[in-house]
């Protein structure tokens, strides 16, 4: 079992920056990728960013540029540094991970970004 918790949400106006990070326990040796996804009023959830072991990266177009996933070598925690935010980025972002045999998400902080 892994247990994900999220931090770093909140308000902000367009243009500005957060930086999200998502603290991982428990089984940590079995995580092979890590990302965020996030979900908006209404919307499916969808996937942000991804970061595997080896650092590869993957982004949606929306955001890239403008997001950045990155991690720490002992895979404990990882990140989503979030610059010149809009408002349609608004919504619950989720840190999620997968190993070999599952996948775990965490339980969601709120980014609201206004115009």
């Known amino acids: 079992q892994v247990q994900l918790v999220e931090s770093g949400g909140g308000l902000v106006q367009a243009g500005g920056s957060l930086r999200l990070s998502c603290a991982a326990s428990?089984?940590?040796?079995?995580?092979?990728?890590m990302s965020w996804y996030r979900q908006a009023p209404g919307k499916q959830r969808e996937l942000v960013a991804g970061?595997?072991?080896?650092?590869?990266?993957n982004y949606a177009d929306s955001v890239k540029g403008r997001f950045t996933i990155s991690r720490d070598k002992a895979k404990i925690t990882w990140y989503l540094q979030m610059n010149s935010l809009k408002p349609e980025d608004t919504a619950v972002y989720y840190c999620?991970?997968?190993?070999?045999?599952?996948?775990?998400w965490g339980q969601g902080t709120q980014v609201t970004v206004s115009s």
């Open positions: 428990g089984s940590i040796f079995s995580i092979n990728t």
């Open positions: 999620h991970c997968r190993t070999l045999w599952d996948h775990f």
């Open positions: 970061i595997t072991t080896g650092n590869n990266t």
